[in-house]
């Protein structure tokens, strides 16, 4: 079976801070997603990219920047980290057929 | 796009009940329905999903899901719970054509021994 790994598990940065997360899939999907974590809010899409060097913006992009640069990897930066954005982001991939495979989560502090 | 709606963001029940948690969609097309479980400090890992054919479909753990088309919905349903179940349980719905699933808020379930 794959795993979808994403690193750092925490990341404490400082109020106006560019922060980057990131993600690899060994399960050679073509599809990868980015989800905002709040709770109550459940999952809120922020990017997505279904290949290589592709970028789609999702409902929640502005404040974010995604790379894609190969197919097996997929970054998100916090283009300038604010203190309501204290969450737990997810990545995932997905299967042909629609089933997302998601990371254990990346959860974010801001100081 | 596509939205999902999950009212009860709290439901608590006793081992060796029944369950429901109750999801409403909202598209005009042929939907693809999901139905995901987040266990403390995990990922998500899906249940079910439906795609078509029989409205009742199985997942794992005994959990089992039916798509009413006239009503929008894709509640979840359990003959009889496990404290192991407690966990957070997401509804997911994606466009036939689309590759961008949107999820509903989530609904926190919490087992009594």
């Known amino acids: 079976g794959g795993i979808i790994t994403q690193t750092p598990k925490f990341l404490i940065g400082q109020e106006g801070q560019k922060l980057t997360l990131k993600c690899q899939q060994n399960?050679?999907?073509?599809?990868m997603y980015w989800y905002r974590q709040d709770s109550g809010k459940g999952l809120r899409l922020i990017y997505y990219s279904i290949t290589e060097n592709d970028l789609q913006k999702g409902d929640l992009s502005e404040g974010y920047d995604a790379s894609r640069e190969k197919k097996s990897s997929f970054s998100l930066t916090v283009t300038s980290a604010q203190k309501n954005e204290m969450a737990v982001f997810l990545c995932?991939?997905?299967?042909?057929?629609?089933?997302?495979?998601f990371g254990e989560g990346s959860k974010l502090t801001v100081l | 796009a596509q939205s999902v709606t999950q009212p009860d963001a709290r439901v608590t029940v006793s081992e060796g009940a029944s369950l429901q948690l109750r999801c409403k969609y909202s598209y005009s097309g042929t939907p693809y329905l999901f139905w995901y479980v987040q266990y403390p400090r995990q990922g998500l890992q899906l249940l079910l999903k439906?795609?078509?054919?029989?409205?009742v479909v199985q997942g794992v753990n005994g959990f089992e899901a039916e798509f009413i088309k006239s009503n929008s919905s894709f509640h979840l349903r359990k003959a009889s719970v496990h404290w192991s179940d407690s966990a957070v349980y997401f509804c997911a719905v994606s466009a036939y054509n689309n590759n961008a699933p949107r999820f509903g808020a989530g609904t926190k379930l919490s087992v009594k021994p």
């Open positions: 399960f050679n999907h073509d599809t």
């Open positions: 995932a991939s997905r299967q042909g057929t629609g089933q997302l495979y």
């Open positions: 439906y795609y078509s054919g029989d409205p």
